[in-house]
C-alpha cells in the first residue's frame, strides 16, 4: 500500500510561469542550500569518514519526491510507493536496509534520514541526507565483513521507521540501535548531523516557497526537471545509436579465493530512450562484494557522466529517468536475492564508472576516459593504545584517476568529487600510528598522450599492536588505456614488519595482526593512459621525472630518454620512438593488457599473490 501523506491543507498547487531570472535565482538557492547540507554535516559530525572525508550525501526533492538537487538520484517514489503508513508535519524517517528501499542505500553502513517538508499544511518537498556509519556492530571492527555470506553478519539493519513522528523522538528505538555499534558516540554524533542537515535544508525551502510564493516555488521546481529533461533527450540522440554496444569489466576477487567477477552492460537506443541492459553478468558472490544496484541510482550515474562529458552547466536532477530504461538480472552481482551479504560493494560501485565510460565513448572515442575509477579503497586499524583505551579508524583511499580526452588524470584522487582525504595531521593525533610516506607512485598511471593518474603510495608506522584490514581492488585485473593508452599499473600491499621482514599482503584481508613498529605500504592503481604515449610531449616527461611522477626507466614507455633530472636526449628519444612506432603493433580502441588466462599465469610473478580462482559459473543461465 503507497504511504498516505497528511495534509491539513489539501489545496492543490497552481502552475505558474516561471521567467529566466525567478528561475535561476531558486535553482542557485536550491544549489546552495545542498551545500550549506554538506556544511552543516562537516560541523557537526564526529567520525573521520563523515567529518574528513564528506562520505554523505544529500537530496532536495520536490513534492513528488523527485530529486531537483542531489548526487545520487532520488529513492523516495520507491519508498513511497512501499511505505505502509503515512507522513504528516513532524514527522522523520530513518533507515539502513537495502533490501527495504530497493537499494536506495546499497549496505547497511549507509544510515538515509528522509525529511518531508510542510509549510501551511501543504507537502512542498522532501530533504535527505545519508552517511557512511564507520562501525554498526557485526562480526568485525567496522561492520564490513569480507567473508560474510548474508547480511545478518554485517551489523544492525535498520527498517524504515519514524525516528521522529508527530515532533517527538523516539528516544528508546535510537537506544536500541546505538546499543550494536563499537562507536556510539560517533554514530550518534553522526546521526544527529545528518538530522540538522535535513533541517537546514526544509528551512531554505520554505524560507524559498514563502518568498515566492507556494505556486512559484513548485512551478520552478517542475521547470528545473522539465529543462533537465529536454537537455538529456538532445543528448541521448546525439551519442548513443540504436545499434547495440557492449562492454564488460571485472572485479578481481571476492575476498574468499574465487573471482573475477564479470560486471557487462549492453546500451542501445530505442526511439527517445535509452535500454542499459546488465544481461550476462555474473551471478551474486557468495561473499560481501555484492552491489544492490537501484535502478534510480544507475539513472543517475548515467546522467551524470552524459552531462559531465558534454555539458557540464547542466543541473542533474530526476527530470530525465523515463528517457532510460535499466534492466539488471535478479540474482546476479548487482541484484543480489536477500540475504546475499552486501557490505564489499563499493568494487562494484567504481566499477559502473568504467563500464559507463567504455559505454558511451565507443561511438564518440574522442570523448572517451580510460578506466581508473574502478574502486573505493578502505582500510581499518583498530586495538587499544598503550593506555588502554579503545581506537578504530576507517578511512578511504585514493587511486589514479583515468587519462581524459581534455588532459591528464588526477594523481591519487577520489572516485567522489566531493570526497577529500583525512588529514595525516589528524590521523597521527588522534590514532597511535605515523604517516612515514604519503605521496603518488611514479609510474603507476598509464602511459598515454595524456598520462593516466598514479596511484598512492601512503606508508603507516603502527604505534600500538592491533588488527588491520583492508578493501581494495585492482590488483588482479588492470584499469585499462583508450585510443592507443596503455593500462594503469595494479594495487598492492605490503606489510613490513619492525624486525625488518616483509610480506605481501591481499588487497581483500580481516584482521591481519599487526605489532607495534610494523609498517603497511598501502600502494594503490594509476589511471589507465589516453592516446599514444609516443606523441607525448618529451619536455613535459622530464619536467615529470623532476617531480618525482615518473621515474627515467618509466619514460620509456613515452620513447623518452632523460637523465635523473629531466635533461632530454632529443637524438636518442628521436631514435628509440622510430624504432618503438616500427616494431609495435596497431594501436587499438581499448588496451586491457594481458587476458585473464596470461594474467593467471603472470599473477604470482607480478604481484607476489595467487591468482584467484575461477568461479564455477560464469554467467546467470549456467548458475540456474
Known amino acids: 500500500m503507497p504511504a498516505q501523506i497528511i495534509q491539513t491543507n489539501n489545496t492543490p498547487f497552481n502552475k505558474i510561469a516561471i521567467d529566466p531570472v525567478t528561475l535561476d535565482i531558486i535553482e542557485n538557492a536550491l544549489r546552495n542550500a545542498r551545500i550549506e547540507m554538506d556544511a552543516t554535516l562537516v560541523r557537526t559530525a564526529m567520525s573521520p569518514g563523515i567529518r574528513e572525508q564528506g562520505d554523505a550525501f544529500p537530496l532536495i526533492a520536490d513534492h513528488t519526491g523527485k530529486m531537483i538537487v542531489g548526487q545520487f538520484g532520488s529513492f523516495i517514489g520507491g519508498f513511497l510507493d512501499n511505505w505502509d503508513g503515512t507522513l504528516e508535519d513532524g514527522d522523520m524517517i530513518l533507515l539502513s536496509d537495502p533490501y527495504s528501499c530497493d537499494g536506495a542505500v546499497s549496505h547497511s553502513n549507509d544510515w538515509l534520514v528522509l525529511l518531508p517538508v510542510f509549510k501551511d499544511g501543504r507537502l512542498i518537498a522532501y530533504t535527505s541526507m545519508f552517511g557512511h556509519q564507520s562501525d554498526i556492530g557485526g562480526k568485525v571492527v567496522g561492520s564490513m565483513p569480507i567473508n560474510a555470506r548474508s547480511i545478518f553478519e554485517e551489523g544492525v539493519r535498520i527498517p ?86 557492449s562492454f564488460e569489466d571485472y572485479i578481481c576477487d571476492d575476498g574468499m579465493g574465487a573471482g573475477p567477477y564479470k560486471i557487462k552492460c549492453t546500451m542501445w537506443r530505442e526511439g527517445e530512450k535509452v535500454v542499459l541492459d546488465f544481461a550476462g553478468t555474473d551471478p551474486q558472490s557468495q561473499a560481501s562484494i555484492n552491489f544492490f544496484l537501484n535502478e534510480n541510482m544507475f539513472k543517475m550515474f548515467f546522467g551524470i557522466y552524459m552531462i559531465m562529458v558534454f555539458d557540464p552547466q547542466i543541473l542533474f536532477n530526476d527530470g530525465f529517468y523515463d528517457l532510460i530504461d535499466v534492466r539488471i538480472p535478479d540474482g546476479s552481482l548487482l541484484k543480489p536475492k536477500f540475504p546475499a551479504a552486501l557490505s564489499g560493494r563499493t568494487h562494484a560501485l567504481g566499477r559502473i564508472f568504467d563500464i559507463l565510460g567504455g ?83 611514479p609510474d603507476s598511471g598509464g602511459a598515454g598522450l595524456h598520462r593516466g593518474g598514479n596511484g598512492i603510495h601512503m606508508t603507516y608506522r603502527f604505534l600500538a599492536s592491533g588488527t588491520i584490514s583492508i578493501h581494495d581492488d585492482r590488483w588482479f585485473v588492470p584499469p585499462w588505456g583508450v585510443n592507443g593508452g596503455e593500462p594503469g599499473k595494479r594495487a598492492r600491499k605490503i606489510l613490513e614488519k619492525a624486525d625488518g621482514s616483509s610480506q605481501i599482503i591481499g588487497n581483500k584481508v580481516e584482521d591481519v595482526h599487526v605489532e607495534e613498529g610494523d609498517q603497511l605500504h598501502f600502494i594503490t592503481w594509476g589511471g589507465g593512459g589516453w592516446g599514444d604515449a609516443l606523441d607525448r610531449d618529451p619536455a613535459l616527461v622530464g619536467k615529470e621525472i623532476l617531480q618525482g611522477l615518473v621515474t627515467v626507466g618509466g619514460a620509456k614507455s613515452y620513447g623518452v630518454i632523460a637523465n635523473a633530472v629531466g635533461e632530454i636526449d632529443v637524438e636518442a628519444t628521436d631514435a628509440l620512438r622510430a624504432k618503438l612506432r616500427q616494431e609495435r603493433a596497431a594501436l587499438s580502441l581499448f588496451n586491457y593488457g594481458p587476458g585473464i588466462e596470461q594474467l593467471r599465469a603472470n599473477c604470482e610473478a607480478e604481484t607476489g599473490l595467487s591468482a584467484p580462482v575461477q568461479p564455477v559459473w560464469t554467467t546467470l543461465e549456467a548458475a540456474e
Open 160 to 245: 524504515p521507521v519514524k525516528i521522529w513522528k508527530k515532533g517527538a523522538y523516539n528516544d528508546d528505538l535510537m537506544k536500541l540501535v546505538m546499543h550494536q555499534t563499537r562507536k556510539p558516540d560517533w554514530c550518534q554524533a553522526d546521526l544527529n548531523a545528518l538530522i540538522a542537515s535535513c533541517r537546514v535544508a526544509a528551512r531554505r525551502v520554505i524560507e524559498m516557497a514563502g518568498r515566492f510564493g507556494d505556486d512559484v516555488y513548485i512551478s520552478a521546481t517542475q521547470e528545473l526537471l522539465a529543462r533537465n529533461h529536454r537537455a538529456m533527450k538532445s543528448l541521448i540522440a546525439m551519442a548513443i545509436g540504436e545499434d547495440p554496444v
Open 359 to 441: 559505454l558511451l565513448g565507443q561511438k564518440t572515442p574522442e570523448f572517451l576516459n580510460a578506466a581508473g575509477f574502478s574502486s573505493s579503497p578502505h582500510m581499518f586499524y583498530s586495538g587499544n593504545d598503550k593506555k588502554g583505551d579503545w581506537f578504530q579508524l576507517f578511512q578511504i583511499g585514493f587511486g589514479g584517476i583515468p587519462g581524459r580526452p581534455m588532459g591528464d588524470g588526477p594523481d591519487g584522487h577520489s572516485l567522489w568529487p566531493g570526497f577529500t582525504n583525512v588529514p595525516n595531521e589528524f590521523l597521527e593525533r588522534y590514532f597511535p600510528l605515523l604517516i612515514e610516506r604519503y605521496e603518488t607512485e
